[in-house]
């Protein structure tokens, strides 16, 4: 099915080219590419246009580009423009304006993609339902996911993320969401930010972008609760968690070695439902989502029966077993949330990690709640005390060990008692090289960081410490 003809991209760009083409898909990396997209050859780290030759090769429709690249015939089918990331906006603002799909837009310190994914988990039943593809946040993630958009859209799911003030609020225009949704604001991007009251004020601009009739969600149970809100006036508010006040408020949370249960309290209607991941932020996310599903006005019961096929993904909370030995039982768990990291994250993710259920009968080995963390980064000058603050959680009471890498996490390490003090290392290599990484059966390890750490690397040594599962023949 046609996403994109020649003529409507250079109506929506102003580009010109002189082939006919239609495109079936949108793409920005030659390694994804299928055939029939349109290659957009936006330059970051490397300059796209170096790979227009080879998408074309690969199938592609078109390029998108701001010059013929070296290479490619003159007669190509190449969308030229001024700028190539001004044109993808292009493409993503009519990609929005063309379609009538209700659209829900989520930004937060922490919990954006995992609440993306409930979002879209639990409205693809009652709708054809378009989302972001992994964490496509930023200035050039948010149009490309509308420039994809499918024209039987029914629900879209726009995750929005930020580095820097002035960063959201022109994407929420683009979107043009009909709820937005606020997770939680903690200390994440210090280095742009003068406190956390000031990050508050920048999630706060998505609510500029909400359609007129809009709904802003927000999470209730914050210190800058207050802000979001005074942004949000002249909208329609409704906020979730855990306080008296809040509109979708959970009255209790049930958490299981796999799971979390929530009981939920909207106005005197009482909702029950249940994540396939343990965690107190992943059932406040949860919730979250579910205010928003029902703000788009879409059914909840029916979403808090699907919300049950939610499960955490790779490198956000997803666990996994590794066999250890053959034999029955010879595993550990493995707690995989090494994509990011800041002090609020780290310390929901600590916190499961300390609700880990243990199993010792019968073990020569005391299995132990090991911990395994890199550096968050962005975090201004207090980052070395924010670092080391780590050591006085609740959550830090109940695990044995704790391995640190970075050079920020060295005031964790120094600040740990000797009893808990792992390893310490520069980098997640040098961990993995300089010794092996004790682990044994019944130990559940959590690995965790900011991505710039490479903490993926250890989870995969971790993943690859697995044996083959016993064969049984009948």
Known sequence: MTLWSVKEAMAATGGHCAVDWNATGVSIDTRTLQP???????????????????????????????????????????????DVQTGLDALGQHGRDRRNARVVAVTGSAGKTSTKEMLATALAPQGRTHASVASYNNHWGVPLTLARMPADTEYAVIEIGMNHPGEIAPLARMARPHVAMITTVAPAHLEAFADVSAIACEKATIFEGLEADGIAVVNGDLDTTPLLLDAAVGFETVTFGEGADCTYRADSITLMPDAAVVQALVGTRALTFRVRAPGRHFAMNALGALAAIEALGADAAMACVDLSDWSAVAGRGARETVRLAPGRGQTMELIDDAY???????????????????????????????????????????????????ARLPAMEAIDTVHCVGPLMRSLFSALPAEKQGLWAETSDDLLAGAQLSVGVGDVVLVKGSLSMGMARIVDAL?????PAPQHHE
């Open 36 to 82: 029939g997209d349109l290659f957009v050859a936006l330059t970051a780290a490397r300059d796209g246009h170096e790979f227009v030759a080879q998408a074309l090769e690969k199938g592609a429709a078109a390029a998108l580009v701001s010059r013929v690249p070296d290479g490619v015939a003159a007669d190509a089918p190449l969308l030229i423009v001024d």
């Open 340 to 390: 990011n990291a800041n002090p609020a994250s780290m310390a929901a993710a600590l916190a499961v990690l300390t609700d880990a259920e243990m199993r010792t009968a019968g073990r020569a080995h005391h299995p132990r709640r090991i911990a395994i963390l890199g550096d968050m980064k962005e975090l201004g000058d207090d980052a070395g005390q924010m670092h080391a603050d780590l």
């Open 463 to 467: 993943r690859k410490m697995s044996h």
